[in-house]
């Protein structure tokens, strides 16, 4: 059962459910941004300061929003998010993946775990014992699932993920290459000598409709779980310490890092390289901007900074002199007021 | 010989080597935290800040110190580090692993490689020409160990962890899944139009009760060797480059990094998300706090911090404008003392 | 056919193509730093730092600038940069990798595959439908190599890395364990709701003597490719977003990210732990110092930097609490300027 990868205008319009002005059977065999689009491909206008590409392109139609579509001579998909209905049609371009159903020869699996219909395993897979895998769920080559975890139905494991014992993924889960879910959370006793682990004998939650990018990792909790809610989108190199949730929807982009059981709001938005630290909450619908740190609860939606900017090194290194005397310098110009200003 | 999963408070606190103040025939099948403790759990209460969940938590019985004792109606078990105890008492209760003692028949494990008694090689785990393995050590699914490395007793590499040749682990370690030692430490030398890479000859040395985290990486040397002392734990996404030598006891926490040829002293914590420059000298002792950039070598123990700290996006901008005149204000300001102070 | 070990000095001239100075059949077995080489070993002096160890080292021969030959009392191969000869001798010291030519029997070769001469394949290592692997490439054990995709001639790709589907690699790239190619790039269109996946369509291209360190991902792009050019070299953690483009022999440091959409120019250095947002352009021969932030475009060669520097925690906290006074302080300055200098 192979994939279609041509679409009629007429097609498009009624799987996108938006209007279509132009030829309905024009056929589309691929998507394109309108500066590289050729005939036959579908582009979209989402950002306004890309359309003046629109008298220029290539594209043999384009999503667009109606208040754009007199600037476009081709075929158009009218649509008020012309955004979402791109992200539509782009899965509906999106080549089928190899995997077929059935467990390959090379996999090992563990006779009392549970595969539901049309569950692929991929070569060298190993699915310990007590798991259970949802209907049509694909493990890709080399994964690890330990011992009673639970993965849901429509899940796709890229090749060489590791989900330890006792995890719970729910439906439609994405997980990337090197994905690590329920490794040990980072817990140890110092007794004045050295550090004494820990065990970590909570386990992980991952609600439905979850990515998570290549590479990024999730601990176990400590006692109780750590939680991933429903939609939660989480890009490469991310790190989930024990005990953390994170509120559904929220967008954690790459290389950003969770410190242990701090709580996450729902539709929040944690840029690139943030670093959080423990035992914080943060409400819902917090931006924070790349590669700032939080080190505080934050209790009001709203967006957060730190850092310095970006300086050439001669004047950064400069006003860096400064930074060290900045509370000196503060100091003395409080001195200066009250001379100055009898204040 | 599976293991036991519930004690009564009398073998518990004989285990532990602590008091017990209460009926030692009752029986406790698990632990939990003060707030969610069910009846047959064990708790226990380590910072004094929730001191108040004691009056209504239903665990049966509590770690606690006993300046603590009075506030609390269960039966104890009581001592002068109730975080230490707790964390002995967590080993107790660490479910089994399911490992069992042999190779795999899916395993390829080289006629040359030397396996101690007891240890278990996964599914699809690689072990090649000359490899050593101590007893009762358990090879996870998927991992590799390359030509020559030795592998102490009683260590536990999870699913899919990578060791390159010539690697030496001590007893007892843990690493996690996707974890790294050995990869070639990032070494070129630039020949005016390309990089020429130099060959990284020396190799890794990890000491005894060391754990790395899930998708750490630690190089090997470029000559001499890379070391990691004993009792190091080290986080999720760390990086430890060529060269660099760890003491004994530190802690690095998740996404930090040490750049090459780094020494950092004994007993040291640093941060999450920390950066350490190349070639520096760390002292013992030295706690550096979370994402700071570590620019010279520390000779005195104590606490050390780098950035701005998080503000309001608008305010932060504000701000950041200022930095950016911030060596232009200071001179400004020396101006104004010289005409108002005659200084 | 096991590689040399041993070298004459004169074997050694003529390989690394340097004027020898002293005794041509001097047996070299191997290199070591000034500090630690001992008989028969060949040391380098690069860094004039280290002239004075010149005399007290028991190395066999130095590779060395003329301009230092006098400090030098044995046996030397004269060349005008040390580093590079060093870089050159190393390889040629450099261990035999133990992969065999030839398809590991517990590898997954799809049929439709195509394998040049002497490729190894090691165990458990999959490769899929329509895949090229070119000549004398090692794709080593546990390794995922997804449809369609091609990799060149003399690669080598250590244990457990994962290339998706439809990307290209050049001739003798490296690509160390855990490395993960051609993830999907993190695009989500919201539609108030929830976030809707943007299915990436693109690919990775990467060109010629690229070398890529341990864990880093590269992302496939969301309609067009991702590009790495010829010879850039990427160290360990690095994220390297959908879309990017990196320019010839530019070096990226360890746990640096690039956003989305970024151009990074020809002869880059991005140090450690960078963060560059997405959608901007890096010129050429552009040097970013460690745990920087790039948040806007780079048009001009130059050093970069941001960040405030470490202090000792009480006096960084002094500074910080001014900080986020810094644009009061400036107005402040200001308003006295006013009334001192009438201006």
Same mark, same amino acid.
């Given at each position: 059962m192979s994939k279609q990868t041509v679409y009629t205008l007429g097609e498009l319009s009624a799987l996108l459910e938006v209007e279509l002005r132009g030829d309905p059977t024009l056929q589309i065999d691929g998507l394109a941004t309108l500066k590289n689009a050729t005939v036959g491909k579908l582009s979209f206008l989402s950002n306004p300061r890309y359309v003046h590409q629109l008298a220029s392109t290539q594209a043999s139609a384009v999503i667009i929003n109606s208040a754009f579509s007199d600037s476009c001579s081709c075929a158009q998909l009218l649509t008020s998010n012309p955004y979402v209905s791109y992200a539509k049609a782009s899965q509906l371009f999106a080549p089928e993946r190899a995997d077929e159903p059935g467990v390959h020869?090379? !996999?090992? #699996?563990?006779? =009392?775990? #549970?595969?539901?219909?049309?569950?692929?395993?991929?070569?060298? @897979?190993? %699915?310990?014992?007590? #798991?259970? %895998?949802?209907?049509?769920?694909?493990?890709?080559?080399? *994964?690890?699932?330990?011992?009673?975890?639970?993965?849901?139905?429509? *899940?796709? &494991? +890229?090749?060489? #993920?590791?989900?330890?014992?006792?995890? &719970?993924?729910?439906?439609? @889960?994405v997980l990337h290459?090197?994905?690590?879910?329920?490794?040990?959370?980072?817990? +140890?006793?110092?007794?004045? $000598?050295? =550090?004494?682990?820990? @065990?970590q004998l909570g386990g992980v939650q991952i609600g439905s409709d979850v990515e998570i990018? @290549?590479?990024?990792? %999730?601990?176990?909790? !400590?006692?109780?779980?750590?939680?991933?809610?429903?939609?939660?989108?989480?890009?490469?190199?991310?790190?989930?310490?024990?005990? *953390?949730?994170?509120g559904e929807h929220t967008i954690i982009c790459g290389c950003s890092a969770i410190a242990g059981s701090t709580t996450i709001g729902r539709y929040c938005t944690i840029g690139g390289g943030v670093g959080v630290i423990g035992h914080l909450h943060i409400a819902d619908k917090v931006m924070i901007s790349a590669m700032s740190l939080v080190s505080q609860s934050i209790s009001e939606p709203g967006v957060y900074s730190s850092?310095?900017?970006? &300086?050439?090194? $001669? /004047?950064? $290194?400069?006003?860096?002199?400064?930074?060290?005397?900045?509370?000196?310098? !503060?100091?003395?110009? $409080?001195?200066? /007021?009250?001379l100055t200003l009898g204040k």
């Open positions: 020869p090379t !996999a090992s #699996v563990h006779p =009392s775990a #549970v595969l539901a219909p049309q569950v692929s395993i991929g070569p060298h @897979a190993v %699915i310990a014992a007590g #798991v259970t %895998i949802g209907a049509r769920t694909r493990i890709g080559a080399g *994964c690890s699932i330990g011992a009673r975890s639970s993965i849901g139905e429509d *899940c796709t &494991l +890229f090749a060489n #993920v590791s989900v330890y014992h006792d995890v &719970l993924i729910g439906d439609r @889960a290459s090197s994905v690590v879910i329920g490794a040990d959370g980072f817990g +140890f006793a110092f007794d004045g $000598k050295q =550090s004494i682990k820990i @065990a990018g @290549a590479g990024s990792t %999730i601990d176990r909790g !400590a006692l109780d779980d750590t939680i991933i809610e429903h939609g939660v989108k989480i890009d490469n190199h991310v790190q989930i310490a024990h005990n *953390c949730i994170i850092g310095t900017g970006l &300086l050439e090194s $001669k /004047e950064w $290194k400069r006003n860096i002199v400064r930074f060290r005397q900045l509370d000196d310098m !503060a100091k003395r110009l $409080k001195e200066l /007021e009250k």
